[in-house]
């Protein structure tokens, strides 16, 4: 009987990378640390919520009043409104015009499912996926789980230790026309004007759809609308598109996205907003409540706008102590590159024997791609991982 | 230019239903009431809530320790088990012969999307899906926009005024072979043991695929291994199957759902799990922790399981006064069949004609088949919602 389950052909699934942090959590040393969480952590080596969400939530806690009922299917205007404000301007030609809106929807990669879900069905001549930059690992899993061929990439040079754009243009001269496009994280690839023209003219070219992921806006810079500033040249260029917006990272609200997409006019944009059904009615209002308090406009010109410089100050605040205590120390190289790169996480540019060093004999977990938070060193733990990096130079340098 | 948009071809997506609601907000009359409501409403006319679920929210939100951190993508294990254990029973063989287990997911309709892109991947020759009585609208979209064929169908009986058993089977001996079949709240449908076998027999021998959805369970009989009786005859005559789980209507639990596997042995099982990949690590683990304290054993055996009791009496009670009411205004008509069905939600028992009367007359919201949500009901809308019947049936019995 057991040979006629209808599970029989279901091959058994792959072992999803992630496996570091349980190799992690068995190891029993006490000095283990592990330095690729995705979250931003304090000081104190606990997950970082903005000041503004903890009092939010409280607030919430405390009201017998407020309403568990569903929201609307479409989600809630205003939530969605400040959302595409936060992520295009205020005075966006492409809002003006309403060709540009979005769903919010449950789930941080919520808006890759939904937006990979529509590409299947809508555009069914996109069979490819080319993914640059990706720091959200499920994002190809989810483009694969539908059948999709998916390409990842990273913009890393690790011979000159640089986000290099001429990686980036020469992905896309090399993947099938007619591909999706996920654009992760590019903001410390440098592009000249020239590499800038002949990127863009290729996507045109070849009918490539872009699907930007932004899920960190301001960490880079410390400023938001400096962050979203190349999504701006694609509205510009006229390129039709989507974009996944997730606001854990910089404002700590978590399990939600937004994707929002843009369309040459009003009638387009609407035909495709229209077939961008998320699971939002599956959400009581209550759960929603909590964001909306957060996103409205008033808070983030306050105390949401004004934490998120400071977490950035610190970011580089650590990256700098690092840079030092390794000059200090001696390390071989140069370790410029860590405070050229912005945002929480970035390379430390080793190899894998090094980070391999680090791993085994020092407990010190990091994945292969020796590309760190940052935001997981702090004074209790600098000293231990600068002195454990020093060796693993010096070991795999003589 | 805008011509060649990439959407051009996308069609306009149609409009769902739950257009009621939208027209009920319109409606400025001070007397309107909405009686469609999806979860279990108070005698005063607010969305219920667990009351084990308040202090566990609170609790959460003034611990400033609790981690943000994600959670392991395939779930929480005590958290999978507790809720296995509510729907097959501490002691189920299938449990101790670890053949079935699930995942948990964002969305109360989470579990449909995930198992509806599971049997799209995996089980390609499933083209058509049944839906039998329905309560999520969301479901039969859920199918259609993955591409497949959906019929929807109710086993109420309008004639009889009741849950009629031999509608599943007539609706099952012409549907195609190897259909999915969606099996909703079916408690009130009582089978003969002669219809149980020959419905079992169809299933088996057309390769039908049961796919549950139990929404509410122990809120028709107010016991919880009561209303799941009907899972385990499908358990022990060996059948493998999907089950979706949500706790929201009776634990207050919302913007989860549950998708279990139940296969021949475990190798099967294991495969089938493998592949159910559910936006689980996009939650922190902070927002799963409300759900997880509350689903607690010892929590479930005490307050919780106690205060659904007084929710399924409290239920029972409003359908006794409506039954009485129509008795002493002298409606025409036994009212019987109220009080025969279980749950929150049950028909009313009214024609198109009475149901439009109630709506554009009356301003009491109600869909067209008339199944209403009785908690709906109180001691303040009681009489006015009475006399609107009595006068709609009066009107057109004349």
Request: with cysteine; charged share 20%; net charge positive.
């Amino acid at each position: 009987m057991t040979s006629l389950s209808v599970f029989r052909d279901v091959p058994i699934a792959q072992k999803l990378e992630g496996s570091l942090l349980k190799i992690y959590r068995q190891d029993d040393s006490s000095v283990k640390m592990f330095l690729a969480y995705k979250v931003c952590m304090t000081e104190g080596g606990h997950p970082w919520v903005s000041l503004v969400v903890r009092k939010t939530r409280l607030q919430i806690a405390e009201d017998p009043s407020l309403n568990y009922e569903y929201l609307p299917l479409a989600g809630l205007k205003s939530f969605i409104q400040a959302s595409l404000e936060l992520l295009f301007g205020k005075h966006s030609q492409a809002i003006v015009e309403k060709r540009v809106g979005g769903v919010h929807i449950v789930g941080e990669s919520g808006a890759f499912q939904l937006g990979a879900q529509f590409l299947k069905i809508w555009r069914k001549n996109l069979k490819t996926v080319c993914i640059i930059s990706c720091q959200n690992e499920q994002c190809g899993l989810i483009f694969r789980d539908m059948g999709f061929t998916v390409y990842e990439y990273s913009v890393w040079n690790s011979t000159d230790l640089c986000s290099d754009p001429s990686i980036f243009v020469e992905v896309l001269q090399h993947i099938p026309a007619g591909s999706i496009l996920v654009i992760g994280n590019i903001s410390d690839c440098r592009f000249t004007q020239n590499q800038w023209t002949k990127l863009m003219s290729i996507i045109k070219s070849k009918q490539i759809f872009p699907f930007f992921d932004i899920p960190c806006q301001g960490l880079s810079t410390g400023d938001l609308e400096e962050d979203s500033k190349f999504l701006q040249h694609f509205v510009s260029l006229g390129f039709e598109f989507f974009c996944s917006q997730s606001l854990s990272k910089n404002f700590g609200i978590y399990a939600l996205s937004f994707l929002h997409t843009l369309a040459y006019g009003y009638s387009f944009y609407k035909r495709s907003l229209g077939q961008l059904r998320g699971p939002n009615t599956t959400l009581s209002g209550l759960s929603w409540r909590l964001h909306i308090l957060t996103l409205s406009p008033a808070r983030l010109e306050g105390s949401a706008k004004q934490s998120l410089k400071g977490v950035v100050e610190n970011i580089m605040l650590i990256k700098e102590k690092v840079k030092e205590k390794l000059r200090l120390l001696g390390t071989p190289g140069s370790w410029n590159h860590i405070t050229r790169q912005s945002g929480t996480h970035g390379y430390l540019g080793l190899n894998y024997q090094q980070v391999e060093f680090l791993v085994k004999k020092k407990h010190i977990y990091l994945p292969k791609t020796s590309r760190i938070n940052f935001t997981c060193i702090n004074s209790s733990n600098i000293d231990y991982i600068t002195q454990s990096i020093h060796e693993a130079v010096m070991l795999t340098e003589g």
